[in-house]
T-cell receptor, first 113, second 115 residues
């Protein structure tokens, strides 16, 4: 069922560094690509999302880069902070089927002070 | 304004038993989706309810069933529990028909352990 592949599985970054998480998808019908942040004991929370009509979207320290031809997208966290330590999930869905969200397996990010 | 709420927080059952999980959507939302999140994995879509009917279903057996009430709250029922059903069960609410899926909000989940 998994149609979104996410890497790396875990990531350790120093405070102030750049965290990069990559995802690849298979289904060309996907047209909405969100990233979720999940803290222990909490449900996933929407962080940032992109549609394939743009190649990049930036919100504060978080940037999504999207490569439609390669069917890949990535999350960049600039100036990573210890408070960013969480599990990050990429996801994809087709707008006509917008609640059948396909998630990656997750990346556990640790930002060291 | 309360967000998505789920109950109970934790639950322990034995194999073969049945379990019911509950979800109240965010105020103003009318659609509830359920996801299963196994340890170390991303959430997997189980099904979605709107207007008290199952609208979409993921790749889950009939042991998984649900219900939506007139007040939009929802229940997830799992029969004949297996060890592999141990997971965090997430409920997400949204407004049906919106073109932006930004409106899908997740609850904190129910941790089910099957012994």
């Amino acid at each position: 069922q998994q149609q979104v592949k996410q890497s790396p599985q875990s990531l350790i970054v120093q405070k102030g560094g750049i965290s990069i998480i990559n995802c690849a998808y298979e289904n060309t019908a996907f047209d909405y690509f969100p990233w979720y942040q999940q803290f222990p004991g909490k449900g996933p929370a929407l962080l940032i999302a992109i549609r394939p009509d743009v190649s990049e979207k930036k919100e504060g320290r978080f940037t999504i880069s999207f490569n439609k031809s390669a069917k890949q997208f990535s999350l960049h966290i600039m100036d990573s902070q210890p408070g960013d330590s969480a599990t990050y999930f990429c996801a994809a869905t087709a707008q006509y089927n917008n609640n059948d969200m396909r998630f990656g397996a997750g990346t556990r990010l640790t930002v060291k002070p | 304004d309360a967000g998505v709420t789920q109950s109970p927080t934790h639950l322990i059952k034995t194999r073969g038993q049945q379990v019911t999980l509950r979800c109240s959507p965010k105020s103003g939302h009318d659609t509830v989706s359920w996801y299963q999140q196994a340890l170390g994995q991303g959430p997997q879509f189980i099904f979605q309810y709107y207007e008290e009917e199952e609208r979409q279903r993921g790749n889950f057996p009939d042991r998984f069933s649900g219900h939506q009430f007139p007040n939009y709250s929802s229940e997830l029922n799992v029969n004949a529990l297996l060890l592999g059903d141990s997971a965090l069960y997430l409920c997400a609410s949204s407004l049906f028909g919106t073109t932006s899926t930004d409106t899908q909000y997740f609850g904190p989940g129910t941790r089910l352990t099957v012994l």
